[in-house]
């Protein structure tokens, strides 16, 4: 891994340890492709994205990285977070463009019951907010 994947990674754990989504959105192609664990059509668009990590990042309590895997423009990213009651274990794939940014966000989760329980909180607080 360079420097510069260094440095990007760092602003990465940045972004999601401080909630920071002014840096978040910065990260992001304008056409960035996110697929969820919970939904079966991806989001097209930033503003998308943008509020389902938002949201994502509110649901989730303990989040911690484990294993960074770094290819090029590709990361897969392996965590673990608390949803409730439910532990989850998950990978993030992530692509980037030409530009640097975030052009596919891919997220996987296990086990079936913390994914329901991820699917039924981010379901209740997108509605809140007008989303679904």
Known sequence: MVEK???KLAAWHDVVCKKDMEALE?????DVQFFSPALWKPKGTRME????????????GNFTYHRELIQGRNWALEFSAD???KS??????????EEGKIQR???FI???TGLMALAEEMGK????KGFL
Not at 49 to 60: D, K, P, Q, R, S
């Open 83 to 85: 949803v409730g009651d």
């Open 5 to 7: 994947d260094h440095e």
């Open 26 to 30: 910065n990260f992001l192609a304008e």
């Open 49 to 60: 994205a943008m509020v389902m990590l938002g949201t994502v990042i509110e649901v989730f």
């Open 105 to 107: 966000f891919e997220v």
């Open 110 to 112: 296990r086990p079936l």
């Open 88 to 97: 989850v274990k998950g990978i993030d794939l992530i692509e980037f463009n």
């Open 125 to 128: 607080r997108l509605k809140e």
